[in-house]
């Protein structure tokens, strides 16, 4: 766990260049960015902070030039430590004017006229008081969609941001391995699950914003329920998924546990899961389509039907998801870099589902698994 | 930490009146809501589902009858654990339409013609994508601002509301207690926000979605800068400042420690920043307003000239902040049951700050502290 944190210089430069290009195609004189990995994504503003509603930031991507952060003064100090140069900022909160003419006066000063992309897309929102957002309108700025851009950018990750997803994927790896320690006939799910965060933590994660998971025999009825006192007990299959982070990128995904031996039809759906995974990756190339590796999955797994959690796995980076869809209706070509989650399930009996979820990166041939893959054979837990 | 979890059903229909009182005070058929916090606040819809961006979640609360939840099928299971019986539901993500015809057809069977309000001032975004904002809009909805109302209405803590953040703020107080178990000199302070956060799940948090803090001699810079791997040395002040969660409530105050025994400066610096608490707490009862609360800690800090962290202490509940702040601007009158932390920072020399926080209820009477109260003299960690 030695490897350096955040970026050099050149990282940030190279998106911005990429970005640039994006606009000077689109027509954008410039990108208004409000959220926090979209922030962090240019800069490398890295904090726990945004956890606080009150105070917006901004940042401000001109199609030529460097950009430019327009901040509360209680971060100005932090951004000062990032490669950004220009930063201007206030103290926030302020009732009468929470940033909004600094914001106004600063995208004028940048884009003149010209337009201004905003993320208005699929999984997209706006961080900033929506009277706020009028207030801005008002000042004849021209706003405009940022035409995917964003989501295009930041679904093909660098060698340097894979490898940051490699480190907290090995991490989370190392705590599903230790799950037998805290894991056991009698213990509570609520138990299983702070025992599990303190793991991934142990072994190396800074922070363990999402961990989800159930525990029933013959398979769960669902996956983002709060874990409840009920004990684990002889029989049951332990689901645990998992978004932990490091250096502010995350892994995402599972592991099934058996309390005992499983039966057989636990077995045979668990095995369906694995061959899943592997249908899914033997077809990650290059060229193929998101569409293509859902239905690769949903062949084995419902016979073609579908299922109601809507897609078998998703992009993921500096966001527990982001990007694309495993879904029919998504056509977005693979392409190298790109890092997302094959996450099949299925239905063991009706309502009794199993699901699993692994980690790639499409590479030039074969996908590389970031996570340790699972075997076949679930884990058998103490009973 | 035997506490049930959740709220009786009661806890919920007294929201929905309250909110529907100042619905119709203001003139509004409807509300829509669109974040965590807020959907959670009337439904109880626990999940760190949340924590993936990908699907919109809304709730209507009309002003006459029970909420609508409309939601991605995958939450509807989890949703109909909740006392909300009406919950329609659509499979997200759909690229074509991601819930906004359902969203747009039951916003209209509910509010009719009617103004439907809409959080949109400080504090508050909108959590759907703009562009499902504008295609929502076109629909002939009239939405308004909600006038305040979420904000008032979370403002004031039910006593069930308060048991939870007690019960979090003690967890809390107990990992700070377990501080000299884990940080010494000699420690990287990445390492003491791990262990800390493994001492509070220990504890019985659920989560810990805020650790801040920094380590330096005679004072520190900045308190939102990730902790770096420089380890802890004699004569550092150690700040630690965390957002625990348990059954969905916050609690957020810090504690300081010296690396063995503390210089004057410092020890006056903290003596004074308690003497600030208690200048603050005394002065807040009901009917004192925010503004107050804040003179009367920064004449004790700065003799009068504010600082840039831009506030002294904020409202605390669902959101690690949320509601009023502690700034000249804010007017707000203190009612019983507004939980809020007094925050006040010091300048021990240009640049080095000490800053401290804990967590009060106002009472018809003294306030009643959540958090345990730190001592004049800062704890010792072993050099």
């Known amino acids: 766990m030695s490897a350096r944190r955040g970026f050099d210089t050149p990282e940030y430069l190279g998106r911005v260049q990429r970005a640039q290009a994006g606009m000077a195609e689109r027509g954008l004189a ?17 904090t726990r902070f945004w956890e ?7 940042l401000i991507v001109p199609v030529n030039g460097d950009p430019v952060a327009v901040i509360p003064s209680i971060g100005a100090a932090l951004m000062a430590g990032t490669w950004i140069r220009d930063i201007r900022s206030w103290r926030s909160p302020d009732y009468s004017d929470d940033g909004v003419s600094l914001l106004g006066d600063t995208l004028r000063e940048i884009a003149g006229a010209g337009p201004v992309g905003v993320p208005m897309g699929h999984e997209t929102h706006l961080r900033m008081p929506l009277a706020d957002w009028a207030r801005l309108q008002e000042r004849g700025l021209d706003f405009r969609p940022d035409g995917g851009l964003m989501r295009d950018l930041r679904a093909i990750k660098s060698a340097a941001e894979i490898d940051k997803i490699r480190a907290i994927c090995a991490v989370a790896g190392r705590a599903f391995d230790r799950v037998p320690e805290i894991a056991r006939a009698g213990v509570p799910l609520e138990e299983v699950f702070r025992r599990f965060q303190m793991l991934g933590l ?16 013959g398979g769960y009825a669902d996956v983002i329920s709060p874990a409840g006192s009920e004990p684990l007990r002889a029989a049951d299959v332990l689901m645990l998924d998992t978004g932990m982070m490091r250096d502010g990128y995350f892994c995402d995904f599972d592991r099934n ?3 005992g031996p499983p039966a057989p039809a636990l077995r045979d759906a668990h095995a369906r899961l694995i061959e899943a995974v592997d ?16 239905h690769a999955m949903d ?30 209706q998504d056509d977005t070509v693979l392409q190298p870099g790109m890092v997302i989650t094959l996450e099949p399930g299925i239905e063991v009996t009706p309502g009794r589902i199993l699901v699993h979820e692994e980690v790639i990166v499409i590479r030039e041939g074969a996908p590389e698994f970031l996570s340790p893959r699972a075997v076949v054979e679930m884990v058998e837990l103490e009973v």
């Open 30 to 46: 410039a990108l208004l960015l409000t959220t926090e990995p979209e922030v962090r994504y240019f800069s490398g503003f890295l």
């Open 52 to 58: 606080s509603p009150t105070r917006p930031w901004f």
């Open 202 to 217: 142990e072994e190396g994660a800074d922070w363990v914003p999402y961990v989800a998971g159930a525990a029933a025999a």
């Open 279 to 294: 249908a899914a990756a033997e077809i990650a190339r290059p060229g193929a389509t998101a569409a293509e590796l859902f």
């Open 299 to 328: 062949r084995l797994l419902t016979g073609g039907q579908g299922s109601d959690a809507g897609r078998l796995g998703h992009g993921l980076g500096m966001q527990l998801t982001e990007g694309l869809s495993l879904i029919p």
């Open 257 to 259: 546990f058996s309390l």
